[in-house]
């Protein structure tokens, strides 16, 4: 009898010890440093480890931005191991979900670009005032390519969408003179896994108003 009445006690503490373990593999969130970068206010990162993952393969951009954000907050290349089903598992690398209206998410990214944290972020395929929608396509405003002499604009409307899943990005930046007070969607600056690289060149992309997909899981937060 003495032994049966142990099994539940032995059970919780076995059960409460796996879940402490489990707590404790998931990556923790670091931080990096806001700097300006010729005029755009980016996280710290080695932007050749991000071009090193480079871009994504068909359908995997949430992965792939959970691997930008992994890379930046850890220091080192982010191989995604664990961190793929069907879609990313968002968990495993330490991101989880926010939600709230277009206002909300943009003072929550702002806060987490301030605390020197990535944010993933849910964009859809919409039509916007002065760009035309595309089938499978939301174009952006502009691509970024980083060189030694600044940034190098290039007009490349190049996130792929689809009207069902949308398109994840890792947002890393602001605009320098960005007023905290009355963000916009077109203030902020993203990794986006369609092309972070060009042709072996860091790319960066601004975010384009009206396709933060706030009615569809908009943000993924590190935890």
């Avoid at 710290?44 to 949430?62: A, E």
């Avoid at 879609?87 to 909300?104: D, K, M, N, P, T």
């Avoid at 916009?184 to 975010?207: I, M």
Wanted: charged share 15%; net charge positive.
């Amino acid at each position: 009898m003495q032994h049966g009445s142990l099994r539940a006690p032995v059970r919780v503490f076995m059960a409460a010890v796996l879940l402490c373990l489990s707590f404790l593999a998931a990556p923790k969130a670091a931080a990096a440093q806001l700097q300006n970068v010729n005029g755009i206010t980016l996280l710290s990162f080695d932007s050749q480890q991000i071009v090193s993952i480079g871009n994504q393969t068909s359908g995997r951009c949430s992965w792939y931005a959970l691997r930008y954000a992994r890379t930046i907050l850890d220091g080192r290349v982010c191989s995604g191991s664990g961190m793929w089903s069907n879609g990313a598992v968002w968990s495993a690398g330490g991101y989880y979900g926010y939600s709230g209206s277009l206002s909300e998410c943009l003072q929550k990214l702002y806060s987490e670009l301030s605390a020197g944290k990535p944010v993933i972020v849910h964009l859809k395929n919409t039509a916007v005032s002065g760009v035309k929608k595309h089938t499978n396509r939301t174009s952006s405003y502009y691509e970024y390519h980083l060189s030694g002499s600044g940034w190098t604009q290039v007009n490349y409307p190049h996130i792929a969408t689809s009207d069902t899943y949308g398109h994840w990005v890792c947002v890393v930046g602001i605009r320098a003179d960005a007023d905290p007070a009355n963000l916009k969607e077109s203030d902020f600056y993203a990794l986006d896994p369609a092309r972070v690289s060009a042709n072996g060149t860091l790319a960066v992309t601004r975010l384009l108003d009206g396709t933060i997909w706030t009615e569809n899981s908009p943000l993924k937060t590190a935890g």
